[in-house]
């Protein structure tokens, strides 16, 4: 694995997410995440769920056209206000925040369900708290439904970050998810098409895990 220290300085920038949702499409486009659809079955009814980092909102919005209560959140604003944007336009209600991982104030006990897709800012550190702000968040028997890219992706270059430590592997979620009753954990190949920034073959990791109790 390539160290850390080895990435050039501007893969290590954090990306300036307000200029890349600037345009006037969607960087994602505005169809939900194909895993996040094949889950639908796995959240109840009446469910409340927080999607986080759901930059335009394709997620956050298509959750709520299944009918279940959406908060949402992202730390650009130029995200959010085309996630609300869509959100009107599908003519319907999510309550979303402007705030990175660390910033929102995460609830405890509250969700049903917290979908985490594509959320490759973080390294190692942050990716840690954040996993424990998402079981905090959960309701006991909540479940977590995770997809990234896992390190097969530095190989393709059709999305997602070129620095390793924020790509997935099974070994490293299994640990960092520990406090999870991980009830499902695949790693896999396959076409991607969603919008400019995610499209072509793409090495991918899904989970469903969920908080114990």
Request: proline fraction near 7%.
């Amino acid at each position: 694995m390539p160290d850390r220290h080895d990435e050039p300085a501007a893969r290590r920038a954090p990306p300036d997410w307000d200029a890349r949702f600037a345009g006037d499409g969607y960087l994602f486009g505005t169809a939900p995440n194909e895993f996040l659809v094949r889950c639908r079955d796995v959240i109840p009814e009446d469910a409340r769920v927080l999607c986080v980092a759901d930059g335009e909102g394709r997620n956050g919005v298509w959750l709520a056209e299944q009918g279940f209560a959406v908060d949402a959140f992202d730390r650009s604003p130029v995200g959010v206000a085309k996630a609300r944007r869509l959100a009107a336009e599908r003519g319907v209600a999510v309550h979303y925040d402007v705030a990175g991982v660390e910033e929102w104030r995460w609830p405890a006990d509250v969700y049903d369900v917290v979908a985490a897709i594509f959320v490759q800012f973080a390294e190692p550190d942050v990716r840690r708290r954040l996993f424990a702000d998402i079981l905090r968040a959960l309701r006991p028997g909540g479940v977590l439904l995770l997809e990234g890219y896992s390190l097969g992706q530095l190989a393709h270059g059709t999305g997602g970050p070129r620095i390793p430590d924020q790509l997935y592997t099974e070994d490293q979620l299994r640990e960092e998810l520990a406090a999870f009753d991980v009830e499902m954990l695949l790693a896999y190949e396959a076409e991607v098409d969603e919008g400019p920034a995610h499209s072509g073959l793409s090495a991918l990791i899904d989970v469903i895990a969920r908080r114990p109790g």
